[in-house]
């Protein structure tokens, strides 16, 4: 092992790793190389990866319907794209042409469309599944872990664009620099966000695999960190043995794994002993600016165009990926220094009456923790407002506690309720807002709990002076309550 890791020590012998997934095709269907005029139809289209794979499926010529339960911008984005897209949901609503029918892993199996698929004998995927059946004709870059994929991912796909490698990829987030969140190009790299829950990235099939981290999460699915550990372990036995492992060289869960694969590995981190190293940071004008090591030779210097202390790990990850692939050192720089980030991440929304109003999609202790501390360091504000919205009652219930301490850097939180998605209606009963916001107010932080969005954006224009930055943060919909912030402020209420 210290050949492989230097600072990491054996990993755990008393794993019971679950096995891992092999994409299940029904009979029937085989992946194409070229999708032109393939009639797929997609339950849930509108979800962070669907939405991406859907876009990839349209560029390829496929022939794409869908469904899901409300209209989104980007919905009607694959609308004008040519997708055609209905929002009843029912065993009519599957074309009768359909050869393939790829579901989201929020869909159950008795959804009356999977239902009506098997009914007709049309075969099904779920979007991972088929998601690695694209990767597997390509030289598929997979990058996981609790925190970081969206970021990590586009900032990967920029790097080999602009290294002319023309990548195809899918991200879970959309990027204005990529022209969305999905693309296809001629080169011979997919790039992929992979997601944990329901071991969806066990169906992939990566040549170069990334974790950034490994953290308790989504835990209405795996029962604790051991079972969240094994998956991980067997997402980085799916890296061939003449692949690339790429993982972050300073967490603990991260070391126990390393046995897990037969490919190379290479490490990043901040410390000594890793693979790729950051050195000297400096922060200027609230981004960071540092040398890069590798095995111990200085490679130059970077300054990164995103915000946060956390995004130099990712930068090191990225830039791990992108050496491997060929990308030379002054196209890495100069791309690292160019990359702005995806929507929804420590995102401005606008600036009116010297209050600025960021947005992001934090949701999760250690994300909200990284997020405040990048916004105190790139607007030291007078006061930082947050407004987090609580995504899941399980996630709430089960993390309750690493919540309440992470908005040590806010100076005033509002809470509204819980983002109600993928829990039953016991679970619901079991935690509420109020909960969250006696426990922050436990811990010295002024908190309030504020149900509706309206009246959350009167508060803020109540409360809100020059000088200060308001952040609205979770995976729902609060977004929202920014961008309507930002229309009053607009409209000269005063402040």
């Known amino acids: 092992m210290a050949s492989k890791f230097g600072i990491f020590p054996r990993g755990s012998e008393d794993m019971d790793a679950p096995t891992v997934q092999q994409p299940v095709v029904t009979p029937g269907w085989r992946a194409r190389k070229d999708f032109r005029d393939a009639?797929?139809?997609?339950?849930?289209?509108?979800?962070?990866?669907?939405?991406?794979?859907?876009?990839?499926?349209?560029?390829?010529?496929?022939?794409?319907?869908?469904?899901?339960?409300?209209?989104?911008?980007?919905?009607?984005?694959?609308?004008?794209?040519?997708?055609?897209?209905?929002?009843?949901?029912?065993?009519?609503?599957?074309?009768?042409?359909?050869e393939l029918v790829v579901a989201s892993a929020a869909v159950p199996s008795s959804h009356p469309e999977l239902a009506e698929a098997r009914r007709r004998g049309v075969p099904t995927l779920k979007y991972a599944q088929f998601l690695g059946l694209v990767m597997a004709q390509h030289q598929g870059i997979a990058i996981a872990g609790t925190h970081g994929k969206s970021t990590t991912t586009a900032w990967t796909t920029y790097v080999l664009r602009k290294a002319g490698l023309d990548p195809s990829f899918v991200v879970g987030a959309d990027v204005e620099q990529?022209?969305?969140?999905?693309?296809?190009?001629?080169?011979?790299?997919?790039?992929?966000?992979?997601?944990?829950?329901?071991?969806?990235?066990l169906n992939?099939?990566?040549?170069?695999?990334?974790?950034?981290?490994?953290?308790?999460?989504?835990?209405?699915?795996?029962?604790?960190?051991?079972?969240?550990?094994?998956?991980?372990?067997?997402?980085?036995?799916?890296?061939?043995?003449?692949?690339?492992?790429?993982?972050?060289?300073?967490?603990a869960?991260?070391?126990?794994?390393?046995?897990?694969?037969?490919?190379?590995?290479?490490?990043?981190?901040?410390?000594?002993?890793?693979?790729?190293?950051?050195?000297?940071l400096n922060l200027s004008d609230g981004r960071y600016e540092f040398g890069v090591e590798r095995c111990g030779k200085p490679l130059?210097?970077?300054?990164?165009?995103?915000?946060?202390?956390?995004?130099?790990?990712?930068?090191?990850?990225?830039?791990?990926?992108?050496?491997?692939?060929?990308?030379?050192?002054?196209?890495?720089?100069?791309?690292?220094?160019k990359f702005h980030g995806a929507r929804r991440r420590l995102e401005l929304r606008g600036s009116e009456k010297?209050?600025?109003?960021?947005?992001?999609?934090?949701?999760?202790?250690?994300?909200?923790?990284?997020t405040l501390r990048a916004a105190r360091e790139r607007f030291s504000p007078?006061?930082?407002?947050?407004?987090?919205?609580?995504?899941?009652?399980?996630?709430?219930?089960?993390?309750?506690?690493?919540?309440?301490?992470?908005?040590?850097?806010?100076?005033?939180?509002v809470v509204p309720s819980i983002y109600f998605v993928r829990d039953s209606e016991r679970e619901r009963d079991l935690v509420c807002s109020e909960d969250l916001v006696e426990r922050i107010r436990a811990r010295g932080v002024e908190?309030?709990?504020?149900?509706?969005?309206?009246?959350?954006?009167?508060?803020?224009?109540?409360?809100?002076?020059?000088g200060d930055l308001v952040i609205t943060m979770g995976a729902g919909d609060i977004w929202k309550v920014a961008d309507e912030l930002v229309r009053r402020l607009r409209a000269d209420l005063p402040v």
């Not at 040549?207 to 079972?227: F, G, K, S, T, W």
């Not at 010297?354 to 990284?370: G, K, L, M, Q």
């Not at 908190?447 to 020059?466: D, H, M, Q, R």
């Open 204 to 251: 992939l099939a990566p040549r170069i695999a990334a974790i950034l981290n490994i953290e308790e999460d989504h835990l209405d699915y795996y029962e604790n960190i051991e079972q969240i550990v094994g998956a991980f372990g067997d997402f980085a036995r799916l890296v061939p043995a003449d692949g690339l492992l790429v993982l972050n060289g300073e967490d």
């Open 39 to 98: 009639r797929i139809h997609m339950v849930g289209i509108g979800g962070s990866g669907m939405c991406g794979l859907a876009a990839v499926l349209i560029r390829r010529g496929a022939r794409v319907t869908g469904t899901d339960r409300i209209p989104t911008d980007v919905i009607e984005r694959l609308r004008q794209s040519g997708a055609r897209i209905a929002y009843t949901q029912s065993a009519e609503t599957v074309p009768a042409d359909a």
């Open 178 to 201: 990529l022209d969305g969140g999905s693309g296809v190009g001629d080169g011979p790299h997919f790039v992929a966000e992979s997601c944990e829950y329901d071991r969806s990235f």
């Open 253 to 280: 869960n991260c070391a126990r794994i390393a046995e897990r694969t037969s490919a190379a590995i290479e490490t990043f981190g901040l410390g000594e002993g890793v693979t790729w190293r950051a050195v000297e």
């Open 300 to 337: 130059g210097k970077v300054s990164l165009g995103l915000p946060g202390r956390h995004n130099v790990l990712n930068a090191l990850a990225v830039i791990a990926i992108a050496t491997n692939c060929g990308v030379s050192w002054p196209v890495l720089r100069e791309a690292l220094a």
């Open 447 to 466: 908190a309030s709990y504020v149900p509706e969005f309206s009246a959350i954006v009167s508060a803020l224009i109540e409360g809100i002076g020059p």
């Open 354 to 370: 010297s209050v600025t109003v960021c947005d992001d999609y934090a949701h999760h202790p250690t994300e909200i923790r990284a």
């Open 382 to 413: 007078k006061r930082l407002w947050c407004v987090f919205q609580p995504h899941q009652h399980s996630r709430t219930r089960f993390l309750i506690e690493d919540f309440a301490q992470s908005f040590e850097q806010a100076d005033r939180v």
